[in-house]
């Protein structure tokens, strides 16, 4: 298991730019991935973009050309950078990490949101 510290979210005018920062602790020998996932209305979670601790990047269709995905490994933290957002990316942006546990079975543990608002 991982804490999740998630930063960087805010009030953004369309088209300006923001960072999350996602640091983890804990068991972070473990950890095999870390991403952002994004919910507006309704329950689902949209993955946005994920990076695994040797940098392979995954990217999800919300924010696709926009958003770039990075890690830095030393500090335990992933980084989303969005830019030229939308009023469509108004939305709770959650920090996600995968582990492989010691029993071989993956898990997933998720920050507590952070608020991005792109409004005029």
């Known amino acids: 298991q991982v804490q999740l510290a998630e930063s960087g979210g805010g009030l953004v005018q369309p088209g300006g730019s923001l960072r999350l920062s996602c640091t983890a602790s804990?068991?972070?020998?473990?950890?095999?991935?870390m991403g952002w996932y994004r919910q507006a209305a309704g329950p689902e979670r949209e993955l946005v973009a994920a990076?695994?601790?040797?940098?392979?990047?995954m990217c999800g269709d919300p924010g696709k050309g926009r958003v770039t995905i990075s890690r830095d490994a030393a500090k335990n933290t992933a980084y989303l950078q969005m830019d030229n957002l939308k009023t469509g990316d108004t939305a709770v942006y959650y920090c996600?990490?995968?582990?492989?546990?010691?029993?071989?079975?993956?898990?997933?543990?998720w920050g507590p949101g952070t608020v991005v608002t792109v409004s005029s």
């Open positions: 804990g068991n972070i020998d473990r950890l095999a991935a």
């Open positions: 990076i695994t601790v040797n940098g392979t990047p």
């Open positions: 996600n990490a995968k582990l492989l546990g010691l029993d071989q079975s993956w898990y997933e543990d």
